[in-house]
């Protein structure tokens, strides 16, 4: 008996079939540039480089990964509607980048210009401390911030980022006063954590991942437990209402064909179905996410309004 994941491969090598018999263009009939709109190394970059070996496995076309860093993407998205629109040319996204990043000022792109096909995962927001901190759990972190507001620092990737719209949102939740301090990415954040220069980090899932042992999270920003991670409780089994993270997925030109951003659709949905495809996400310390084109437009419009709420309550939008 076939498995949904089968079915959809088959329909879709079908399709790409009886268009080589009819004449028709068979997509896609040839690599696809896959940009990311940062630099190498990076997270965007990871999860792109894994999508590659399945992508070929799946449709027998490569995925080039090319770079356009700049802006914190913004570089790369102000540009994407003037590329090619024939569906050999996508362009990684971000969340919550898209949604801020034009709110706060003229970035070259507007959040409606991006045309997103496909969002495929994200890295859940943790709270991370070092292994030895006095922070057992998510009470001890919210009893101290309590009787001492704004004395608890903590690291975080940047401003008006995932992290910092975390740490507004959460201080909000548990009525408490932090004090955030940005820096240059998650690496430097990590780092500013491990040598003690804060007492916690809003980080990610991924940072769990990567420092093991080094660090301890008090809870992450998921709807159930990460299996990485089973020890570590959800926020929202703690009482608060805190699902999300950076979320990561792909874009193409505005005037791309709607039946050829339908096949991208489906295509990273079925790259996103494969179990080893999602074994290697979520050991990297990544949440799955399955959003096709036709839930699109619903999950964005929440995000935007969760996000634009954050920023303006925290006075990160003029």
Sequence with gaps: MLNLRTVKTLAI?????????????????????????????????????????????????????????????????????????????????????????PAQKDVGYTTDDINAFYMFHYTPDAIVVTA????????????????????????????????HLAQIRFDKMAGITTTYVPFKGTGASTTANLGNQVKAQWGYTTVGAAQGDAVRMLAVAMEERHPLFPDVPTFKELGYDMVGGAYRGMAVPKDTPEDIVKALSEAFGEVNADEAFRQQMLDGGFALLDVGIDEMDAFMEARKAEYIEAATEAGLLN
């Design 132 to 163: 030895d901190s006095p922070y057992q759990t998510l009470e001890d972190f919210v009893a101290d911030a309590k009787a001492n507001p704004g004395s608890v620092t903590m690291s975080g990737s940047g401003k008006a980022t995932a992290n």
């Design 13 to 101: 090598a079908s399709a790409i079939a009886v268009g080589a018999a009819t004449g028709a263009l068979a997509f896609p009939d040839k690599p696809i540039e896959y940009i990311i709109p940062f630099g190498p190394g990076g997270e965007s970059d990871i999860s792109a480089r894994f999508q590659q070996p399945f992508f070929k496995e799946k449709f027998g076309q490569d995925l080039v990964v090319s770079y356009k860093p700049g802006g914190g993407g913004a570089v790369g998205w102000a540009q994407l509607n003037s590329m090619n629109a024939d569906g050999y040319t996508i362009m990684g996204i971000n969340l919550p980048h898209i949604v801020i990043q």
